[in-house]
Nanobody
Framework: QVQYAESGGGLVQPGGSLRLSCAAS????????MTWHRQPPGQAREWVAT???????FYTDSVRGRFTISRDDDTGTLWLQMDSLKPEDTAVYYCQEANSPTWGQGTQVTVSS
């Protein structure tokens, strides 16, 4: 059974940082293409970042240079380091194996002064 448990969200001021974690289980994490998505309030869910098993990373334009995706294949953990946060980064953040039909509960990130 595929499961994702996201954590690390919270309220942060503009310019601040947060580190999101995702504990994933139920599939071969080390072989999986892992992604972060987010859903801003009142908007559709959108892709944020992807990390391939070999280490290649890709980011949506709005977060490139500010967010960093990383992973630990031994523990099945995915992270998203978010720096220089902006109010428009406010969203519920989700991790997922690419193209999986399963989603976790997500973790809320609110960027506000």
């Amino acid at each position: 059974q595929v499961q994702y448990a996201e954590s690390g969200g919270g309220l942060v001021q503009p310019g601040g940082s947060l580190r999101l974690s995702c504990a994933a289980s139920g599939f071969s994490f080390g072989e999986a293409i892992m992604t972060w998505h987010r859903q801003p309030p009142g908007q559709a869910r959108e892709w944020v970042a992807t990390m391939f098993p070999g280490g290649a990373t890709f980011y949506t334009d709005s977060v490139r240079g500010r967010f960093t995706i990383s992973r630990d294949d031994d523990t099945g953990t995915l992270w998203l380091q978010m720096d220089s946060l902006k109010p428009e980064d406010t969203a519920v953040y989700y991790c997922q194996e690419a193209n999986s039909p399963t989603w976790g509960q997500g973790t809320q990130v609110t960027v506000s002064s």
